[in-house]
């Protein structure tokens, strides 16, 4: 057989290669978010399991169930009772008609004589409510879809872990650069998940524990529950924690505490607003440095995608993507040099 030959039949079944590949990625798509869940999980909870298996010699399957376990105990629980708490607080709230309309009308006088919107308050509670509809799907519509999702997730976790090692080795062997190259991608992707999941975590925490504090001492009614919904919204540029002091504020203002009104305008947008940037400074250097455009641009993509969860998922898609682009110009330029080498030696 010629070499002609041979070329034809690596031409054939590279383009066959592709299109199954394409295939395969396409029938696969509905489980992507379980597939990079468990990318997340498997670089948060690396350094423990290498830890608990390696120098206390503990069983690697306890170990992978031990993770498992406290993931779900960390992140799943908390998304699903986020869910629950304000698919009830939109209930208690509908059945609750008559204090609506009492805070319509006041918050309603007070919009159109200050700003000339009479029909605030109407207007935002339309657009709150697509919103919420939105982020937090019904967990009773999407059940089986959830119950689904985690289940692959902590499947290939699982065995991420109990095969740890020739999982990484996979990893070096089929990645599509030089061995280097990829430790540096496995550096820098460990650094960015820790900034986006780790990082920005602490600071959620952080900020919607002060806005509940906030609220409890200026007697806004359940405080929790704010300082929880605080907390997720830390994760979305320019919005965060610190504008949901302006709404109770508004409230405040309507029931005639004026003072109290304006200190809580201040300890939200001066106080909490400000030590989101001390927090994210301290973090960005002691973790990795995620500049902010990239979490914006990273939330906008996320959320069609993967509902709240895109809040953490877009971001790290964004820069898993960054890196990809930065190692492939890295390559270039080595192979631009080497063929300079060559070329010179020749």
């Known amino acids: 057989m010629s070499v002609f030959d041979y070329k034809?039949?690596?031409?054939?079944?590279?383009?066959?290669?592709?299109?199954?590949?394409?295939?395969?990625?396409?029938?696969?798509s509905g489980l992507f978010s379980s597939i990079l869940g468990a990318i997340v999980l498997f670089t948060l909870f690396r350094p423990l399991y290498i830890f608990?298996?390696?120098?206390?010699?503990?069983?690697?399957?306890?170990?992978?169930?031990?993770?498992?376990?406290?993931?779900?105990?960390?992140?799943?629980?908390?998304?699903?009772?986020?869910?629950?708490?304000?698919?009830?607080?939109?209930?208690?709230?509908?059945?609750?008609?008559?204090a609506i309309q009492q805070w319509q009308g006041k918050i309603d006088a007070i919009a159109g004589s200050t700003f000339s919107q009479p029909h605030f308050f109407e207007n935002t509670v339309q657009k709150l409510g697509v919103y919420a509809t939105d982020l937090f799907p019904s967990i009773l519509g999407s059940a089986v879809n959830i119950i689904l999702t985690l289940l692959v997730m902590y499947f290939l976790l699982f065995f991420m872990f109990v095969q740890i090692r020739e999982f990484e080795a996979g990893l070096l062997r089929y990645a599509p650069f030089r061995e280097?190259?990829?430790?540096?991608?496995?550096?820098?992707?460990?650094?960015?998940t820790y900034s986006n999941v780790l990082g920005q975590g602490i600071i959620a925490i952080i900020q919607g524990a002060l806005l509940a504090n906030g609220f409890w001492i200026f007697g806004i009614p359940d405080p929790v529950f704010w300082g929880i919904i605080g907390a997720f919204i830390s994760f979305l540029p320019v919005v965060g924690?610190?504008?949901?002091?302006?709404?109770?504020?508004?409230?405040?203002?309507?029931?005639?505490?004026?003072?109290?009104?304006?200190?809580?305008?201040?300890?939200?947008?001066?106080?909490?607003?400000?030590?989101?940037?001390?927090?994210?400074?301290?973090?960005?250097?002691?973790?990795?440095?995620?500049?902010?455009?990239?979490?914006?641009?990273?939330?906008f993509v996320g959320l069609p995608l993967f509902g709240i969860l895109g809040l953490v998922f877009g971001p790290l898609l964004l820069s898993y993507f960054l890196l990809l682009i930065e190692i492939y110009e890295?390559?270039?330029?080595?192979?631009?040099r080497l063929e300079r080498i060559r070329s010179n030696d020749q």
Do not use: W
Request: charged share 10%; glycine share 6%.
């Open 8 to 28: 034809q039949r690596n031409i054939i079944i590279l383009v066959s290669i592709i299109v199954l590949g394409c295939f395969l990625l396409y029938a696969l």
């Open 180 to 192: 280097q190259y990829a430790i540096k991608f496995a550096l820098a992707l460990r650094n960015c």
């Open 241 to 299: 924690a610190p504008t949901l002091s302006i709404p109770a504020s508004v409230v405040l203002f309507a029931e005639g505490h004026t003072l109290k009104g304006v200190l809580l305008l201040a300890y939200g947008l001066l106080f909490i607003g400000n030590i989101d940037n001390v927090l994210r400074m301290i973090i960005n250097r002691r973790i990795a440095n995620t500049h902010p455009l990239i979490s914006v641009i990273g939330v």
């Open 52 to 98: 608990l298996t390696e120098k206390k010699k503990i069983n690697k399957s306890i170990v992978a169930l031990l993770i498992i376990f406290i993931s779900i105990i960390v992140i799943i629980l908390p998304f699903l009772t986020l869910s629950f708490m304000v698919i009830g607080k939109i209930s208690e709230i509908g059945s609750n008609t008559l």
């Open 330 to 336: 890295t390559n270039r330029l080595a192979a631009d």
